[in-house]
């Protein structure tokens, strides 16, 4: 069983950068992706990337704002989120599944970290 850990939320302000960190508990063939969850919102995709690197997917809302990477030697998948907005104020999550992230729902993430807080100020 993957266990992944999140790191790197905080406050930020508008048009300001956060990079997010997922760790996971072993060198894993998994699919990762992150998700986020606003106030009052269902949990929403942001980006995912297959476990070579090589299939990359965005959201609209975060497409040319947010990179999706991942160092397999150090068990960890980032996100380097620029040019953040306010709407992009929630908790974020990464997640592992076996399906081709271009095919994945959400559901079919089977591992999931607890989540770090992201919060954009205008």
């Known amino acids: 069983q993957v266990q992944l850990v999140e790191s790197g939320g905080g406050l930020a302000q508008a048009g300001g950068s956060l990079r997010l960190s997922c760790v996971a508990s072993e060198r894993t063939l998994y699919n990762l992706g992150w998700f986020r969850q606003a106030p009052g919102k269902e949990r929403e995709f942001v980006a995912a990337i297959s476990w070579g690197g090589s299939g990359i997917y965005y959201a609209d809302s975060v497409k040319g704002r947010f990179t999706i990477s991942r160092d397999n030697t150090k068990k960890t998948m980032y996100l380097q989120m620029n040019s953040l907005k306010p709407e992009d104020t929630a908790v974020y999550y990464c997640?592992?599944?076996?399906?081709?992230?271009?095919?994945?729902?959400?559901?079919?993430?089977?591992?999931w970290g607890q989540g770090t807080q992201v919060t954009v100020s205008s």
């Open positions: 997640a592992a599944t076996r399906t081709p992230v271009s095919i994945a729902t959400q559901t079919q993430y089977n591992y």
